[in-house]
């Protein structure tokens, strides 16, 4: 009874803790993702763009 | 010309709802949240980032109504109980409006900056009316502004036809890699978002002087557009930078001296916007879009690092504002006539 009792105030914490890390890893993942992707569809736009031009 | 203004003040206006909607809503349900940080930072990816893409969209079928869309995801986000989903939408929905306000003010404007200036400049006002607002469940007063905002885009809608291009907006060097430019460009933008959060304001410490603050900002940004058109971009974009230096940093701790440099400092806003519509002219979205992306990228070294002491603050804003400064210098046309 004993042990569980400390298990549970020392197990809280420390989901705590995993819960904001896995938040924290998912929430830079997303960041990240969302990064590439803009950056990659501003590289494409643009240089489709001067694909045109230099065929004008 | 008398139209561009038009547009560009009632895009403030929904820009202005806008923001209040948004502030509203993240302080109101996330305010208290331990995972505050994090809803923080997604909400500045997922409503800046994304700008890029529905940007690229709106360049390719002008006439799409991404305006209106986006105003209603924004208001079924505010009536929605489910947290994420709301939230998810809410960016969405403003990353939606802003890029139909870029489209708006910067398309068929007769090459002036005044019309986006105006429109960038309202949200500014909106930030801390909705943080205020965030406090009462007065949810009624968010809703209301956008419903008026979604009358507005649906009138400005019907009364404009705008062909998808900037023409006519003309304040870069043309000379350089389109590549490079870009790149300066977008440096010059997270440069100065990061400067933002690193300017000493230890005199601001009630929700008046954040109002102050705010307004200030505001009128700063639509000042900058305004003002290029007048002077000259070029002009406008080293002068309030050098004249807003030593109010930043002698203005800790008084309030008119700050906000000076603070309003000095925002008025390049529309200027590096328009530099890079300059150089892309048909492609006014993915211009806006690369400036949000540029925000963002400049923001989120401030959710982790900030300088500590005040000497820190003035060496970073100082060395910063410099770099800026030299962006402006190379990237941007001279002011003269002969010179266009």
């Known amino acids: 009874m004993k042990n569980n009792m400390l298990m549970d105030v020392v197990a809280e914490p420390n989901a705590d803790r995993i819960f904001t890390g896995a938040a924290g890893v998912l929430t830079a993942v997303v960041v990240v993702a969302v990064i590439a992707v803009a950056v990659a569809f501003i590289i494409r736009a643009v240089n489709k763009k001067n694909k045109n031009n230099k065929g004008e | 010309m008398k139209r561009g203004i038009t547009r560009g003040i009632l895009y403030a206006v929904v820009h202005f709802s806008l923001e209040v909607a948004c502030f509203y809503f993240i302080f109101n349900r996330f305010g208290q949240s331990q995972y505050w940080v994090l809803f923080a930072l997604l909400y500045d990816c997922l409503a800046f980032v994304p700008q890029a893409l529905f940007g690229a969209l709106q360049d390719r079928f002008p006439r799409l109504d991404l305006g209106t869309?986006?105003?209603?995801?924004?208001?079924?986000?505010?009536?929605?109980?489910?947290?994420?989903?709301?939230?998810?939408?809410?960016?969405?929905?403003?990353?939606?409006?802003?890029?139909?306000?870029?489209?708006?003010?910067?398309?068929?404007?007769?090459?002036r900056l005044a019309p986006s200036g105006i429109f960038v400049g309202g949200g500014s006002f909106g930030v801390?009316?909705?943080?205020?607002?965030?406090?009462?469940?007065?949810?009624?007063?968010?809703?209301?502004?956008?419903?008026?905002s979604v009358i507005i885009i649906c009138l400005i809608r019907r009364s404009v036809?705008?062909?998808?291009?900037?023409?006519?907006i003309d304040i870069a060097d043309k000379n350089m890699p389109i590549w490079i430019f870009i790149l300066l460009m977008f440096t010059a933008v997270a440069v100065r978002a990061y400067i933002g959060y690193a300017i000493p304001i230890a005199w601001k410490s009630s929700a008046l002087d954040s109002v102050i603050l705010f307004f200030v900002m505001g009128i700063g940004k639509m000042l900058g557009g305004v003002f290029s058109d007048i002077i000259g971009a070029k002009r406008t974009a080293i002068f309030s930078l050098i004249l807003s230096l030593?109010?930043?940093?002698?203005?800790?701790?008084?309030?008119?001296?700050?906000?000076i440099g603070v309003g000095l400092f925002s008025m390049t806003m529309a200027i590096t916007l328009g530099a890079l519509v300059s150089r892309l002219s048909d492609m006014p979205g993915i211009s806006f879009g690369i400036t949000t992306v540029g925000l963002f990228i400049g923001t989120m070294p401030a959710f982790f690092v900030l300088p500590k002491t005040l000497l820190a603050n003035q060496v970073t804003v100082t060395l910063l504002t410099v770099t800026v400064i030299i962006i402006f210098i190379f990237g941007l046309k001279g002011d003269r006539k002969d010179e266009k």
Do not use: W
């Not at chain 2, 406090?135 to 956008?146: C, Q």
């Not at chain 2, 030593?246 to 906000?259: A, H, K, R, W, Y």
């Open chain 2, 128 to 148: 801390i009316i909705g943080q205020l607002l965030s406090k009462t469940e007065l949810v009624i007063i968010p809703l209301a502004l956008m419903a008026v």
């Open chain 2, 69 to 111: 869309c986006g105003a209603v995801m924004v208001i079924t986000a505010l009536l929605l109980p489910f947290d994420i989903i709301a939230f998810i939408m809410l960016c969405f929905g403003n990353a939606l409006v802003h890029i139909s306000g870029a489209h708006y003010t910067l398309c068929d404007v007769e090459g």
């Open chain 2, 161 to 168: 036809s705008v062909s998808g291009r900037a023409d006519g």
């Open chain 2, 246 to 259: 030593p109010f930043m940093l002698f203005g800790n701790s008084n309030m008119l001296v700050s906000v």
